[in-house]
């Protein structure tokens, strides 16, 4: 049947699931009406991409966008501007926010906060704790629900569920895959005299590789007693890799933009810019996540996008707070790897588009294909760009990638099949909607 569509992209280089190649992509109704090669009078509108990359809409399934209860960091409104302008098209947001997304009517709220906001698709977690573990089953499949996200190591916020018998609890009582902040938090708290005052660089000798593979040894056992699906994020050290690559019946592995790209030397440039929980650490852990990325032992990259004022992190350590911005970095960063040879742009798509399908059960996004969502990330591989703190469209307003140069940028954004962002200019009106989840249609 021909082909009319409201919108062709034509010219560019297709990157999907069965390799790359020249295509087009016919657009109407916000979803994806054709592949192939079309011609101009088969369309409304059509937009060259000659010498562009043409992408499945990168997923970032972890950002802390900290609406409501801490808007003078970030909004919902800042960070989906963030996103889209870095080529981000999707965001799961964790729950550590004031108040905690713990309930029906906070995570309710959120959706209603971000719909026709964001400039990106949104699902946001709910946390668990021992209180609500009998819940979940529930919570966890509401509209807009990325899953349960439970962290046995503190953090920012006071979520915490350090126990066996309470992360046992929430398991139990689940049916989709649930995410975990694996450090020991028995081990943080016999470890915090390590910490030393205005030190940045004494965080991963606090929060050390054992307090992660403790934990994620002990998470590990215990999803196996309960037969359930977990998925570990931003893993940080060599050490986890073989634990996690023994059970990937049942765990699925996150890693992130900044422990690929800094190691411990580091601190004495960036200091508290880069404390981050977990830790950036030594260069043989940041060897040993390239390793297991490059094995295709990672499912997913997500940024842990987690901002502050600059003036919170020039507080000394350890008074500062961990956490940096991330999602507007994550495809500029990771492309720059592409360009030299450090990972392949099939491989990059992997791990932001069918990884998080793969891992999530998203319902029509993380690859382009006749019926899915028009979610598009375009890109030009061989744009030579610097990064800096101007370009950033969080309300932090910093990244510590400032006057970090770059090969590979973000020209185009595209979220259901309306422009929302290209050539670093937002465009429109937000119409972000929640995204949709295989096992809670």
């Known amino acids: 049947m021909p082909v009319h569509a409201e919108l062709i992209l034509k010219g560019g ?62 909004d919902l409104e800042t960070g989906g501007r963030a996103a889209v302008k870095g080529g981000v098209t999707g965001v799961f ?3 550590n926010t004031s108040p905690l997304t713990i309930t029906e009517e906070a995570l309710a709220d959120k959706v209603k906060r971000a719909t026709n906001r964001m400039y990106c698709d949104f699902a946001f977690y709910i946390g668990g704790t021992r209180d609500n573990a009998h819940l979940l089953g529930e919570l966890e499949r509401l509209p807009g629900c990325a899953g349960t996200k439970v962290f046995m190591g503190s953090s920012t916020g006071s979520l915490l569920v ?26 943080l708290n016999e470890r915090k005299g390590e910490r030393v005052t205005g030190q940045p660089a004494s965080h991963p ?8 593979r403790l934990c994620t040894e002990r998470l590990l056992r215990i999803a196996r007693a309960e037969r359930k699906r977990i998925h570990v994020l931003h893993v940080s050290t060599a050490d986890e890799f073989p634990l996690l690559a023994a059970n990937r019946d049942i765990a699925t592995v996150e890693v992130t933009p900044h422990h690929l790209s800094f190691a411990l030397e580091d601190y004495e440039r960036l200091g508290t810019l880069i404390q981050m929980n977990p830790p950036v650490r030594e260069a043989h852990h940041r060897l040993g996540v390239w390793k297991a990325l490059q094995s295709g032992l990672v499912d997913v990259l997500g940024s842990d996008h987690a901002p502050h004022t600059l003036e919170e992190k020039s507080k000394s350590y350890p008074a500062s707070p961990s956490g940096m911005p991330g999602v507007q970095t994550l495809v500029p960063v990771m ?12 491989r990059f798509v992997d791990l932001t588009s069918h990884g998080p399908n793969r891992t999530f059960g998203i319902a029509g996004k993380g690859r382009v294909a006749e019926g899915y969502d028009a979610d598009l990330t375009i890109v030009d591989l061989k744009a030579k760009r610097t990064i800096t703190n101007d370009w950033i469209e969080s309300r932090c307003k910093w990244t510590p990638y400032h006057d970090v140069t770059v090969t590979g940028w973000p020209i185009g954004t595209f979220v259901r099949g309306r422009r929302v962002m290209w050539n670093d200019e937002i465009i429109g009106e937000a119409a972000g909607q929640p995204i949709r989840f295989i096992e809670s249609l």
């Open 93 to 95: 947001e964790m729950p």
């Open 162 to 187: 350090e126990d066996d018998d309470g992360v046992a609890s929430i398991l139990r009582n689940i049916r989709r895959r649930a995410a975990f902040h694996s450090e020991d938090e028995y081990r």
């Open 335 to 346: 492309l720059d790897f592409v360009s030299n040879g450090r990972l392949t742009i099939e």
């Open 13 to 74: 280089t297709l990157v999907n699931h069965d390799g790359s190649a020249p295509r087009d992509i016919a657009i109407s109704g916000g979803k994806i009406v054709g592949i192939g090669h079309f011609g101009k009078d088969q369309a409304g509108e059509v937009i060259d991409c000659t010498g562009l990359h043409i992408l499945p809409g990168v997923i970032d399934s972890q950002v802390h966008l900290r609406e409501p209860g801490a808007e003078h960091k970030e």
């Open 205 to 212: 000798v606090w929060r050390d590789a054992e307090a992660a």
